[in-house]
Nanobody, 123 residues
Framework: QVQLVESGGGLVQTGASLRLSCVVN????????MGWFRQASGKEREFVAR????????NYADSVNGRFTMSRDEDKNEVYLQMNNLKGEDTAVYYC????????????????WGQGTQVTVSS
């Protein structure tokens, strides 16, 4: 079982930065590949970033590549999404998710989800 709790969202202006955090409550933090997804109003949930475990390889959606960075802290059982140079199109609810598959390729392969945190980017 995995419980995920996101935090760090908020209202920022275009060009600003935010860091999202996700506390991962599980006995076996190193058993999970972690992902970040987002869902804008009226749209489907979409992939943002993935951090594989083992290996720590990362993968990003083209729309955020070069601006967002995903990382993890094993001592704290947390994962992070550092978001720089935010744009209006980044406005969405951001979700943390966990997968037991080393390299998940579809949203359905993430078994556990957090409740989400709202990020709003205004101009």
């Amino acid at each position: 079982q995995v419980q995920l709790v996101e935090s760090g969202g908020g209202l920022v202006q275009t060009g600003a930065s935010l860091r999202l955090s996700c506390v991962v409550n599980t006995r076996n933090f190193n058993s999970w590949t972690m992902g970040w997804f987002r869902q804008a109003s009226g749209k489907e949930r979409e992939f943002v970033a993935r951090l594989e475990w083992p290996g720590a390889a990362t993968n990003y959606a083209d729309s955020v590549n070069g601006r967002f960075t995903m990382s993890r802290d094993e001592d704290k059982n947390e994962v992070y999404l550092q978001m720089n140079n935010l744009k209006g199109e980044d406005t969405a609810v951001y979700y943390c998710a966990a997968s037991s598959i080393w390299r998940p390729t579809h949203i359905s392969e993430y078994a556990y989800w957090g409740q989400g945190t709202q990020v709003t980017v205004s101009s």
